[in-house]
């Protein structure tokens, strides 16, 4: 809009124009094709509920605007179709994060985010939010398996805790480790609830509860095994 | 049951003597006169919603039949209208439990309870449940303010902590500080969330799911504010 | 910490030698080896959302520093798996517990466990906490299919209850029975809610609620169907 | 419906007529006059919401065309400008029931409704139920105070569990004492959840659970703190 | 009780024989053969979460004390395993209401009881109603498919509702039609909300509280899905 | 925007013009002027949480662009600040409906909008739809008091529900008139559940539910209490 | 009722003929044939717990009395079975929106109903709505994939919007759409939440509860995923 | 821990000092005074729940080791009881936000918080998150009343937007604001949900799930109200 330029083209004009080019439609799906830039990183495909076939054909259209683009809650099967589609594409396959990488994730990463992980179930959350960190070129840590119960763990890495710029916490059952983490240190933490657990865990509610009332100031929470946007914020909050 | 002399008595008679002995009817409240003996401590009155001539009427007929008898939840109107129809017994009031303790306390009091409060809120939380361990024989220690955004204040204090029997750890907002405790010692440990908090912290729910949830095992918890349960059956472990 | 030598030593280093003690890093779980010290049990496995390999992996580990070491949730394909891979312990699949004890469970117990049970339904969670019970060394009663709706049936059974140091009672639908339990005898009184139910038990809520509200003190309260937590807290409370 | 004449009066004036009749418009209010005969009971009005003036005016023209009318929730300054208006009737104020009675109740009243009630708190609610079974012409004997923390108290009344036509259970906290009853004897039993309790009753709603989950048949359940309710299907019952 | 012979007999032999006779133990459930004496009826084997192999013994025990056995919610595979296991016994699958009948429904049945269903899909609730009142004694009419979106359909067939000694209403969604039918007519009316729905309907939580809420009072409700329990409750009243 | 002159103006004046113009700034609050033109009717003040004099002043700014101006839940308090402050324009208060009217309703006023009302505790807010929906120029109906407890007086009245373009159905506890009115006849169903009634009506979600699962289509649902949104929303209907 | 010949004929016989007419009774359904004439358009069979046999059945009848009738929420091989069933009749199988349609659609379509979708995902959702309105003989206009994360789509098509006699907005994840639409233009807004999402999204409950709380009057909302409720409702306004 | 001197000084003596410096014990709190150096902020007093005196005495001690020290949800009341304490501090009351402010905020402020409000209701929460940011030294900018209904009010602000590092967006009712903020430019936005609203909108949980459920990646969410704690991390991710 800043770039208009001013002068003979009318308004109508300049209105059809911008109206022409952001959208890519794809019948099924508008691809907002601006968005990279208007956001620094294109839209990423949510994958449960769309058929391959569609979440290859929006990739592909992404994959021609960017140097990377992704799909998360991906499985093996859908990445194989995506495969197969996208031939001139580099495509792969990150099972941990159960996640597709159309392109190269960027080489050069910068900055400091320390990905903390409650338990061993809930490692998929958090590689999803690693993974989307790294996509988006920051430097990704990790540390995982450093639960409450034994709270003496989380201290015996403070330093990595200080080290970081953003530390994003994922956990489930009680929930209560971005509490504890955000009390050590000064850094902002962004904290992923998981859906592990069982009886009145009631799927990641109680997680969620918990850390939406984390005594320690500094602690925002996402969506429940919602690694995917933790990720990218902590990548937000990376480059800034 | 066990003492029933058997012989000539009849069955009938004898069902008949059981029925006449253990209420003792107000009208409007049958106190259980044999609980002292059944279950190790006579009923304690629960205050809100019901009047003050109400309460000082039981708690006179339990004072009857028992050293000390409680009454939770008490405002100082309830105490003062207590006091002056129990002229024969000594009867106290202390504020930061809001409890009338009609009686006295066990002077000797064995094993150690130790109550650990997470906020400066949950202290009259936290005081019913060692003045109830108090009038039930505990002796009870106490640790204040060592919430989980400051877990080094927690682990400063793990003497304390081994040193004792049982553990009643009271804690509102997110709840997380039985998890924290249970981690560090081979204790048992009673949780009691409390309302304290604000927004989705719903009451006290959000440190209800926490500490049904603590991934530490060795956490039990009772109802949202419940000191007095907490410290009951801390007593009885203790006395276990 | 305690037993750290004064002198030459520096804090630097004593610090470095407790950071490389307590963890063996298994990549995906940081088994806490000092656990056993600490809280006199080592950690269990709780098996959904584990693969066999890292259950397997886990327990070697635990058991390589433990006479005993436990596996909950653990489904038959899961005890094959891991008695295939440690075939030096003795590995075995209690399934009516549905878990998998490595190593040998203590021959002498002490003290009294009783486990009550309301329904047939409820016996998997019953038996979880029985054996978990007795791997710390517990001596374990069992009580069976005794559910409010037959009241006089708790009550003939009023002897075993007296008997026992702590009482654990495990109930779906309602979740009535510790209630009744407590206001029996003079035991601590730890209630396992079950999922047993259908409609409005919302998965084993409305027993929750219930417990937690019980109104006989001297009753707490574990998480939905979370036996071992339940046979981990009796036994706490047993060896006291 | 049944008794229109057949013959020369047409269908639209037969509508016209039955249209014409029911109502008693007050503007605010349509008091619907057919439904003592239609339902054996005229309507019944629940204060709160309405302002004295309504309240007084609706019992008013109830009373016309009934011998007994009754007013629930009433506060006592809602009663006294009930009797201040309705000078003609007899009208009476049963604070333990909060309910205004305009006209007197049956005489002779048959049948046998029971109406149990857990705890001193709850006795409002079981008034409120007792006094409109009166109303309706039903017999009613009351058995306070009899929580299932003293079991036996319960199993002590048995034989006036036995005698009854119908038995209304009134229990807040945990709710579980309409089971127990239900369980003893072989009697219909309607279940009143009341809102006292604190905590995870979440006012009333843990009773009200418990209740709907009862695991002996034979009971139902009306909403939270609804004596009415009760009273009224118990007095249908009883009669039928 | 009652009819325990005075005399010689002591007191502790006659609770020894009390004892003894009541339970038969199968080791997963204690079979309460009293019960048929003491609540008019016997237990009934709700089939999930049972194996097979329990449910035949559980019933067979039954059967031998009663004249007819029921189990709900039965697969068609249960049925045929029972019938292998119980051939001396006649045994009948009721499909529409997923019963086992084991043994013979009385021929002589009194009363009316209607069962009304709002939509098709909530007839295997309903059936499952209809065919406990019958096998406890009930004559038992049914009323299909007239929910409240033709609400002239309920009004059509008034003269059945007012014949009924008690009406059991069987609806899913929102659950209007107890309301409807109970302002139509002087009769009990027991709800019975089902998981019929979708979205909002939170299988059947909108239904139950539609019912709990009920403006035309004598309407009771039970658990969600709950044919047996209404269906049990009416025979109860029909019979009364 | 349709109307921007083509020509000589550039893009970026058009844009600047378009941002001067439609807000007016209060410092508090950005009255959006253009909105009248845009949605055909300015926005409407909301009062708790806002300070008489806030209200006064949003309202001075809407009535100097439009013929009238509402405030919704307003307290007869704040209408005496704004009378006070509007010396210059008419300003009412309706109290049945709780609100203010700055300017004068139309005059003439188009279609038929029909408010239905269950029940006399309703009636503030069906008068808070039936008000808005005058202010916006719709010909308006009443009908109050008609329950489905006594569901002959909804069929009654079925001619006006014929005659009405678009009918809004007011009901608190149970909720379940929307669902029969739109049973009788082919007209849009805008349902308001309110929030009267008491325990499991839980502040009007039972009747929202309700409504939201109206098993007759047709039917669309606002929030608990907005008669202003039905109305405005029917006004909308009916003038289309 | 209004067509009754006056004169000869009896209150009882007209009565009796009415009850006569109105219903076809299946069995297991009564199909209100008259409600095509009452309500402008046949009842529409919900197939979710239906066998096949039945929904060919009551489709039969309903096409007999009328040029359309639709089955919702079938899959293919309901489809199937219908069409062996139905051979006379013309029977399609609409796939995107999960519908069978028995005979042909109105040619003629009048009006504007434009239906707006959030995302992909809620497309299925979105086609039951248009595909409903079609059959009931509106105009439909579809625009899809304008979430509010790119609130610049949106506003590209304000046209659209403005030229709709009424808008169907349906929207998954967080709901947000129907506001933001309804702030841009002067019309009924009816909006449908869906169940896409995850977390706490609670299976469309997130939605559902966004699009109640709506800022912006003029929105009104149906259950969770009732796509053909919404396109009934839309039809209906639109036909007004 | 890093700067313990290495040598003569034993671990012992070591743990020692660091176990007598970072609290200041007031009985009732232990005010964590190393928390200023370990956090870059020290704790901040919540004022519900604490008496007068309480909060004066913890705010006097935090203020002599901080420049500034904070209170929030403070009353006047209690402003001028801290004012009458603290004589030889500045201590400000800032009405709009509720909060005491002991000290003096830092004159000069780095980088750019935004703080975006939906509505002139939610204008508190929103200050308490401003005052909070420059407290802890961040330039911040103010953006008011722009809520979804009118997006146009939203996109004409999208250079400030832009501008800034960081963007906190607090909204009730709906909440729907932040995900249209976030999808408009590439900052990091925190969301915080209020309790303005009514009905469905339960106290701000509607608006907490919307935001939780935000379909544009970027945005994490704050417990409802808390003001302090977005602030609190927006200043933190200001500062990175």
Redesign the interface.
Same mark, same amino acid.
């Given at each position: 809009?800043r770039d208009?330029r001013?002068?003979r083209?009318?308004?109508?004009r300049?209105?059809e124009e911008v109206?022409g080019l952001?959208?890519e439609d794809l019948g099924?799906?508008?691809v907002?094709t601006h968005?990279g830039l208007?956001?620094?990183?294109p839209e990423?495909v949510y994958c449960?509920?769309?058929t391959d076939a569609?979440i290859a054909s929006i990739l592909e259209r992404m994959a021609a605007d960017s140097s990377v683009a992704l799909a998360t809650r991906a499985t093996p099967e859908t990445y194989r179709a995506v495969a197969r589609t996208l031939k001139e594409n580099p495509v792969a396959y990150h099972d941990a994060a159960r996640m597709i990488v159309v392109g190269t994730l960027p080489r050069k990463r910068t900055g400091r985010v320390l990905v903390v992980t409650?338990?061993?179930?809930d490692?998929p959350v958090a590689e999803e939010a690693a993974l989307t960190a790294e996509a988006m070129g920051a430097r990704v840590e990790r540390l995982?398996?450093? #639960? =409450? !119960?034994? /709270?003496?763990?989380?201290?015996?890495h403070?330093r990595a805790l200080e080290q970081a710029?953003?530390i994003v916490v994922v956990a489930g059952?009680?929930?209560?480790l971005p509490?504890?983490v955000?009390?050590?240190?000064?850094?902002?933490v962004?904290?992923v609830?998981t859906?592990?657990?069982?009886?009145?865990?009631?799927?990641?509610?109680?997680?969620?509860?918990?850390?939406?009332?984390?005594?320690?100031? #500094? =602690? !925002?929470? /996402?969506?429940?095994?919602?690694g995917?946007?933790?990720g990218?914020?902590a990548a937000?909050?990376n480059a800034?």
């Open positions: 809009m208009v001013e002068g083209i009318t308004v109508g300049a209105m109206r952001p959208f099924f799906a508008k907002d968005r208007r956001r620094g990183f990423v449960p509920g769309k569609q409650a338990g061993t179930s490692l995982t398996d450093v #639960g =409450v !119960a034994g /709270v003496h763990r989380v201290i015996e403070r710029k953003v059952m009680e929930g209560a509490s504890v955000s009390g050590l240190v000064d850094r902002p962004i904290a609830p859906s592990v657990g069982y009886g009145a865990s009631f799927d990641g509610l109680a997680a969620l509860l918990t850390m939406l009332n984390a005594c320690s100031p #500094g =602690v !925002a929470v /996402v969506n429940i095994d919602n995917f946007g933790a990218y914020l937000q909050i800034g």
